[in-house]
T-cell receptor, first 108, second 115 residues
Framework: GQNIDQPTEMTATEGAIVQINCTYQTSGFNGLFWYQQHAGEAPTFLSYNVLDGLEEKGRFSSFLSRSKGYSYLLLKELQMKDSASYLCAVDSNYQLIWGAGTKLIIKP | EAQVTQNPRYLITVTGKKLTVTCSQNMNHEYMSWYRQDPGLGLRQIYYSMNVEVTDKGDVPEGYKVSRKEKRNFPLILESPSPNQTSLYFC??????????????FGSGTRLTVV
């Protein structure tokens, strides 16, 4: 089967750095996405990795290792507004397979 | 403004009463998709469409129908809704060549309750 695993919940402190891991096993791979989703709202696009390595976008970075089936999202200088769920998704033969999401709690 | 528009945002209906959730995008995207989101399960794909008149089943298509008669619209049809279809539904669209910059764009969601 196809599955994506990520931690259910993480807690971090405002101003700190947090790394959210994602491991995947899928029949195909056309890229990996990270999305942010606030409660009751639509997911919003953060990053897309199709090649191995690190992609940096401001305070957010995403890393991919295709050989290990592994990715992480790194959030720096955490702000209270970063409290949300972070979703990892793999494009597998034009179907998006989603992880259940990691709820990130930011404490002052 | 580039967007995906879903209607309605909230809907309460009774078992067996046919309903349609509309989805429209103004970005000329070829790819469109429907998801449902349930607590602890994440997003699950219902149907997707690569282009006009081309639709395919996702992971959980049972009890749903879709159509793609024109590029901008991708309605989700529940012929005979049942309580297990109570969920939060999202429509999304994308252009394959723009995934790196924009990913998939989601509508605001439709919270459906079937009683």
């Amino acid at each position: 089967g196809q599955n994506i695993d990520q931690p259910t919940e993480m807690t971090a402190t405002e101003g700190a750095i947090v790394q959210i891991n994602c491991t995947y096993q899928t029949s195909g791979f056309n890229g990996l996405f990270w999305y942010q989703q606030h409660a009751g709202e639509a997911p919003t696009f953060l990053s897309y990795n199709v090649l191995d390595g690190l992609e940096e976008k401001g305070r957010f970075s995403s890393f991919l290792s295709r050989s290990k089936g592994y990715s992480y999202l790194l959030l720096k200088e955490l702000q209270m507004k970063d409290s949300a769920s972070y979703l990892c998704a793999v494009d597998s033969n034009y179907q998006l397979i989603w992880g259940a999401g990691t709820k990130l709690i930011i404490k002052p | 403004e580039a967007q995906v528009t879903q209607n309605p945002r909230y809907l309460i209906t009774v078992t067996g009463k046919k309903l349609t959730v509309t989805c429209s995008q103004n970005m000329n995207h070829e790819y469109m998709s429907w998801y449902r989101q349930d607590p602890g399960l994440g997003l699950r794909q219902i149907y997707y469409s690569m282009n006009v008149e081309v639709t395919d089943k996702g992971d959980v298509p049972e009890g749903y129908k879709v159509s793609r008669k024109e590029k901008r619209n991708f309605p989700l049809i529940l012929e005979s809704p049942s309580p297990n279809q109570t969920s939060l539904y999202f429509c999304a669209s994308s252009q394959r060549g723009q995934l790196a910059n924009y990913g998939y764009t989601f509508g605001s969601g439709t919270r459906l309750t079937v009683v």
